[in-house]
């Protein structure tokens, strides 16, 4: 497969560039030159495979030009050890859940595919990279567990002193081998803006392979299609049309749901869920894209004013906007509304959302209140409720349980580099352990 920029379409890069380039030099995303198509065949038995039948097969389709269909089935295989299932809460809803990875997050299933595709490219060229990401959050422990001990790559992650969860920071911070964190007195900003000064610096350039793994990177946007396809084979049976909704922030999640539509998932409708940073649902009412400077909320990861995949959102739909209205509905909730649909859930079914899968709840119910037809509804579950465990358990007043994997983190020791959000600084850090 061929990538080009949204921007200028003659900018072009293979997979590999695509990859290691993170973004083209005009700035603009990648995105697939076209898109092609699965065969009728795939989605008339879909039902029958396993997930990473299902991955493959859509791997291949994208990228089989680039990689062969054994080596497809091999980065597939080492991607992906754990589940996405399909719950069903009601006569007609369905949770997708998407935490079951190793930091029980959905952002698992980006990163551990790029690193393992990173690690494929580098076996072939025996290079070795230095890959460095600023964090808010969920983002750091995805890419840290994701690389952790893949062989030929070095991660050093920047974090905010104070300003990430408990077990946020423990994930970052409780690995060795390969993995750094550096805790910065700062805020998030100050973290990218060391990242991007890094990559800018022609001395480290010299010295280093230098990678990012940032979200707008295609290997971390190409799997997120394939849970959507999964899913649809968890639903099928049903007979219903199929109804997605999706908590959003930087809407990499809801961009992947509309690559796999456009390669030939029968999707009715994807709903853009999102809390107060309501860009893209009011654009879906208005028409204008009027960008606003991020809002505080309990469902922090999607707080984005301004989000960095809504350019591939448009490119997916052929910057079209009847066909973009017609397939996404949008719907924004307060914090208040969340935190009903949480304890609303946990009422009616005894189950646990985090403050983001609650949002998307609520956009389903908003869209099943608007449209009488009679559809499947799925709404993505994005993270364990226990990665928020204050808040899950303030709003749903009483202790949750926690699931071992999060529960042996913290008893083991953090270890971290301090500093001072300094470039100069940042730098000479990087030097003394790269
Ligand atoms: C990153 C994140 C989101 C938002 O996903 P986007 O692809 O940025 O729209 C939602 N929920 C959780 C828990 C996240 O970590």
């Not at 973290?191 to 990177?217: G, P, T, Y």
């Not at 049309?241 to 809801?254: A, C, D, E, H, T």
């Not at 922090?300 to 017609?326: E, H, Y």
């Not at 008893?411 to 000479?428: A, G, I, N, R, Y």
Request: aromatic share 12%.
């Amino acid at each position: 497969m061929i990538f080009h920029s949204t921007k200028t379409p003659s900018l072009k890069a293979s997979l590999e560039e695509a990859v290691f380039n993170s973004l083209p030099s005009d700035n603009g995303l990648y995105v697939p030159e076209y898109i092609p198509k699965v065969s009728a065949q795939f989605l008339n038995n879909i039902e029958e495979k396993t997930f990473n039948e299902i991955a493959a097969e859509v791997a291949w389709t994208l990228l089989g030009d680039e990689i062969t269909r054994a080596e497809i089935e091999e980065i597939i295989q080492r991607s992906f050890d754990f589940e996405a299932p399909v719950k069903q809460l009601g006569s007609n809803d369905f949770v997708l859940e998407l935490f079951h990875g190793p930091s029980m997050a959905f952002k698992d299933f980006g990163a551990r595919f790029m690193a393992a595709l990173m690690s494929y490219f580098l076996q072939k060229s025996q290079k070795e990279i230095k890959i460095l990401v600023a964090t808010s959050g969920d983002t750091g422990g995805a890419v840290a567990l994701g690389f952790y001990k893949v062989p030929g790559i070095t991660v050093t992650i920047l974090y905010p002193k104070g300003k990430v969860s408990e077990i946020q920071e423990r994930q970052l911070t409780t690995l060795d081998h390969n993995v750094s964190a550096i805790e910065v007195d700062g805020n998030f900003d100050d973290c990218q803006r060391l990242v991007k000064e890094a990559f800018l610096d022609e001395d480290l350039q010299a010295r280093f392979h230098l990678a990012s793994a940032n979200s707008i990177n295609i290997a971390r946007l190409i799997p997120q299609s394939f849970y959507y396809f999964s899913a649809y084979a968890q639903v099928k049976h049903l007979q219903k049309p199929v109804v997605f909704s999706v908590p959003s922030g930087n809407f990499g999640n809801l961009s992947a749901g509309l690559l796999a539509y456009r390669m030939g998932l029968p999707v009715e409708q994807f709903v853009a869920s999102t809390n107060l940073n309501n860009t893209v649902p009011s654009y879906l009412e208005s028409g204008d894209y009027d960008p606003i400077p991020s809002i505080e909320t309990i469902s922090n990861a999607m707080d984005v004013g301004n989000p960095s995949n809504f350019v591939r959102l448009k490119t997916f739909m052929q910057d079209d906007w009847n066909l973009i209205t017609d397939k996404i509905s949008g719907f924004y909730f307060d914090d208040q509304q969340t935190r009903e649909a949480m304890r609303k859930v946990y009422d009616a079914y005894e189950y646990v959302m985090c403050p983001h899968t609650a949002v998307a709840y609520q956009g389903l119910q908003e869209y099943r209140r608007k449209n009488q037809s009679d559809f499947t509804g799925v709404f993505l579950s994005t993270a364990h409720p226990a990665k928020f465990l204050e808040l899950v358990e303030d709003t749903l007043r009483f202790r949750i349980e926690i699931p071992e994997r999060l529960e042996k983190l913290l008893s083991v020791e953090k270890t971290s580099l301090k500093m001072k959000p300094s470039f100069q600084d940042f730098k000479e850090l990087l030097i003394s352990i790269l």
